[in-house]
């Protein structure tokens, strides 16, 4: 009975087994290079904004472990937004949530001040999250 299964709902799955492991990947990266780039010597530009480039290819390839029958450019749309969302956040101040960005997974997820250069890098990050995943999915279709 194997001709009865459909092959199409397996697709979804393996698409987003494979974004989320290139998403742990590159939280590995990201975590090397906050925890390792000034003892290694590294800029604070590019540790700077090398994480926030790498942030935005995290929440590209998330979307799209959530949403694995969007395009490309639909996932890259909302990882746009939710990058947005998140930057701009940090104008508001509140007390509770300032004290969570004082924390390591605050600093990490959400930041600590605004800058609209991290847009710059969250575009630069969206943009190398897709042409990963086109990368990746044009390998496993070769």
């Known amino acids: 009975m194997r001709g009865a299964q459909p ?3 397996v697709a979804p799955l393996r698409i ?3 974004r989320a492991a290139l998403a742990a990947m590159v939280i590995i990266c990201g975590l090397s290079l906050r925890w390792y780039g000034f003892p290694l010597g590294l800029s604070a530009f590019v540790v700077k904004y090398g994480g926030s480039l790498l942030w935005a290819t995290m929440v590209f390839l998330l979307v799209g472990v959530a949403q694995p029958r969007l395009t490309r450019t639909q996932i890259a749309a909302i990882a746009v937004v939710i990058a947005g969302v998140v930057e701009f ?3 508001v101040h509140t007390p509770w949530l300032d004290a969570f960005r004082l924390t390591a997974a605050g600093a990490l997820l959400l930041g600590r ?9 969250y575009a630069v990050g969206v943009a190398f999250g897709a042409w990963i995943d086109r990368l990746v999915q044009l390998r496993r279709a070769g």
């Open 89 to 91: 956040s940090r104008l």
């Open 113 to 121: 001040i605004f800058s609209l250069w991290n847009l710059a890098a």
């Open 16 to 18: 987003s087994l494979i």
């Open 7 to 9: 092959d199409r709902p």
